[in-house]
């Protein structure tokens, strides 16, 4: 082989290597842009699913708290919702996460379980209310609800403040991709 052959070939293999390493570092980015994407539907998806339970929840208690609603009436709504949490904590601790931000899902399934010891705490003071009789009774059942009715404001707040806070980081992790590319 001469020189004038063996150039031309070394030329087109290395360009096939080149090309095959553009090629890999393209795949690579491309499945970590789909996976921070699919991460973010999951996460907006989870926020579009609990934020009408907990709304409702809210409403719900606040009647129950003022005397418009027996309390008898909210115990299915709040085994409901607690059902719910719980189950959405089990799939958020499933989540596979981008980097940085298994911190912020651990809080969220933290948010989802406080969400659900509301829900319980104001379910035993429900409880109370429709099986006592005495004043003492009473009132316990209505500290129950009222600490329960506030852990649940306190966890919806928490919950939505973590949500924002992922979506943030989430946006400002797209555009360092997009500025690198």
């Known amino acids: 082989m001469t020189f004038g052959t ?16 553009l090629a890999r570092r393209a795949a690579r980015a491309l499945a970590v842009s789909r996976a921070a994407n699919a991460f973010e539907a999951e996460v907006t ?32 709504a709040l085994g409901a919702a607690r059902s719910a949490f ?12 981008p980097p940085g931000l298994t911190a912020l899902v651990g809080d969220l399934a933290a948010d989802l379980e406080r969400l659900a010891r509301a829900a319980e705490t104001i379910d035993f003071g429900t409880q109370l209310t429709v099986t006592g009789t005495s004043h003492q009774r009473e009132l316990e059942a209505q500290t129950a609800i009222k600490r329960g009715y506030l852990n649940l404001l306190h966890a919806r707040q928490s919950f939505q ?20 590319a």
């Open 45 to 76: 998806a989870l926020s579009g699913r609990m934020t009408p339970i907990v709304d409702e929840l809210v409403r719900l208690i606040d009647a129950v708290r003022r005397h418009q609603l027996p309390a008898n009436e909210s115990r299915e």
């Open 161 to 180: 403040d973590h949500v924002g806070l992922i979506s943030s980081r989430m946006k400002a992790a797209k555009a360092r991709r997009q500025a690198r």
């Open 86 to 97: 719980e189950s959405e904590r089990d799939a958020v601790t499933g989540w596979s996460t």
């Open 6 to 21: 063996v150039l031309p070939l070394a030329l087109l293999v290395l360009l096939v290597f080149v090309l095959a390493l």
